[in-house]
């Protein structure tokens, strides 16, 4: 719900031309997740072991 929220107030309030960070372990995990989520979607990805 938070991550909508400041989605909404970017578009409102779009910030000036620079750069967005993150660290490199939240990055990780954000693609993990992704995969894990396209894991029995997509050809050749493969659910081994998902956490609800």
Same mark, same amino acid.
Request: net charge negative.
């Given at each position: 719900?938070?991550? %909508? &929220?400041? %989605?909404?107030? *970017? =578009? @409102?309030?779009?910030?000036?031309?620079?750069?967005?960070? *993150?660290? &490199? %372990?939240? !990055?990780?995990? =954000? !693609?993990y997740?992704? @995969?894990?989520?396209? %894991?029995? !979607?997509?050809e050749?990805? *493969?659910?081994?072991?998902?956490e &609800?």
């Amino acid at each position: 719900m938070e991550a %909508a &929220n400041i %989605a909404d107030e *970017i =578009l @409102v309030h779009p910030p000036g031309q620079g750069f967005l960070t *993150i660290s &490199n %372990a939240l !990055q990780w995990r =954000l !693609q993990y997740t992704r @995969v894990i989520d396209l %894991a029995g !979607q997509e050809e050749g990805l *493969i659910a081994i072991y998902r956490e &609800n």
